[in-house]
């Protein structure tokens, strides 16, 4: 077998973690997630669904396009043509950009229920800014949450009182370490489908309830009116539901995955999925919920920066006219369903979970997970391929490029069972450590 050989890319994020501390800014991007020691690590340029390192090495991107921001495709022209014209006519002024109103105007238009949006730019700040709106509104402290939500102390503090609160929210490994003690108790997680669960939760903290924060779908598809029974169960007790639409939204139609389904709730954040890669969040909301933005400070001067305004609204304006989610779908049922029959035919055990244009599987044998996950990342690297044991679908991605790499995995799978048919580990053909699961230190 040939082996990988490393370049500069591994160069610089050696470079990386003397001086930036955990190497990269999001614990998703380290290149530890993917191949410890051997991942390419840096870009010198993405386009449609390709990506170049540093050494200019061309790979096809089958992973999580810019982390599930790219959903048009790497380096979209006409979305970078609306960015260098507001670039050109200055992207910060004393006065504020239009298409501030222009893209409120436009997610409002998407939500017929909401009436009011403010602003962010990244997906977990706008969650912070949701959660705080919520406790303004309803002057309650406790927050009811399933799922990941990002790094702030409202959502870490769940680990506060219990330490492995978050081990299956998101993942394990992650210390409270700085966030003030006396918030413990102000976060509590339930489970997705799990509806006693939240009854009981929603029982015992009855009164003090702020907010139930979840995200409508991303794994499994809500069951047994799951959703429906939450609507009701916050519509009846006055706590705010809030959708994080974060990842979801802009995946099943135009907007929030609560459209499809059928559920409207009183806050819906979005922020990677509309913005084809630009730094911008957004907190929609009902009229009456919004207005307690106007009673707790929240006011930052990149929030009115007009760059991330004007892609943003040209993206969706895109999504739209290519009805963008059909191909997210289409795409998605066809990775999903070629993992399961290229599986089959080698005699490979998977798991497939995740909605079709955020699928994901795992690799079930006498090796531990993570082993096949950094051999199948290790060979489909050789092959061209930036893959995980995920696949997002953009309108980059086609039939063909689908095609190959599926070609590719069965190939790949193949390898593995042959291996372990052998009698020999996987784990030998390792050309470097096994891939992190989780958060920790690097060094
Ligand atoms: C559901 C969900 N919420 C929040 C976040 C945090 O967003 P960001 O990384 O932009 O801060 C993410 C990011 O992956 C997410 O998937």
Redesign the pocket.
């Known amino acids: 077998m040939n082996k990988i050989e490393t370049g500069k890319g591994q160069e610089l994020y050696l470079e990386a973690k003397k001086v930036i501390p955990g190497g990269t800014q999001?614990l998703s991007k380290r290149p530890e997630m993917f191949l410890p020691d051997l991942w390419p690590a840096y870009y010198s340029k993405a386009k449609g669904c390709k990506i170049w390192d540093l050494d200019g090495r061309e790979y096809t991107d089958v992973s999580y396009m810019g982390?599930?921001a790219n959903v048009l495709g790497y380096a979209n022209e006409e979305v970078d043509g609306a960015a260098k014209k507001a670039i050109e006519n200055g992207g910060m002024s004393t006065l504020n950009a239009p298409e501030e109103v222009y893209l409120a105007q436009e997610l409002l238009r998407l939500h017929p229920w909401a009436e009011g949006v403010r602003y962010a730019k990244?997906?977990?700040?706008a969650?912070a800014l949701a959660s705080r709106i919520a406790r303004a509104y309803t002057r309650k402290d406790i927050i009811l949450f399933c799922?990941?939500?990002?790094w702030h102390d409202w959502y870490l503090s769940a680990n506060l009182s219990n330490k492995n609160a978050l081990n299956d929210q998101h993942i394990a490994g992650l210390e409270p370490l700085g966030v003030p003690s006396g918030l413990a108790g102000t976060n509590l997680p339930f489970h997705y489908n799990n509806i006693e669960e939240f009854y009981a939760l929603m029982e015992k903290h009855e009164g003090n309830i702020a907010a139930v924060v979840m995200?409508p779908i991303r794994n499994d598809y809500p069951a047994d009116g799951f959703l429906e029974k939450i609507r009701e169960e916050t519509r009846r007790t006055g706590v705010v539901l809030v959708f994080?639409e974060?990842?979801a939204g802009f995946r099943l139609c135009a907007g929030g995955s609560h459209k499809a389904l059928g559920i409207e709730p009183d806050i819906a954040v979005f922020?990677?999925g509309m913005t084809n890669g630009y730094p911008l969040s957004a907190i929609v909301g009902r009229k009456e919920v919004m207005e307690a933005s106007q009673g707790t400070f929240i006011s930052s001067t990149f929030y009115t920066e007009r760059v991330a305004f004007a892609a943003t609204l040209k993206s969706i304006e895109l999504y739209q006219k290519y009805r963008v989610w059909e191909k997210q779908n289409e795409y998605g049922e066809m990775v999903q369903e070629g993992w399961k029959e290229k599986a089959e035919k080698n005699g490979l055990k998977i798991e497939v979970g995740g909605i079709k244009p955020l699928g994901h599987f795992t690799i079930l044998g006498k090796e531990n997970g993570l082993v096949y996950k950094t051999f199948f990342v290790q060979e489909m690297l050789k092959r061209g391929y930036i893959s995980s044991n995920a696949f997002y679908t953009s309108y980059a991605h086609s039939p063909e490029v689908i095609e190959g790499y599926l070609e590719n995995v069965d190939a790949v799978f193949k390898m593995i069972v042959d291996i372990n048919a052998r009698g020999k580990d996987v784990e030998a053909y390792l050309e470097g450590p096994v891939c992190h699961s989780g958060f920790g230190r690097l060094n």
Not at 147 to 150: A, T, V
């Open positions: 999001l982390i599930g990244a997906g977990g700040d969650m799922g990941y939500h990002g995200e994080d974060i990842t922020a990677k």
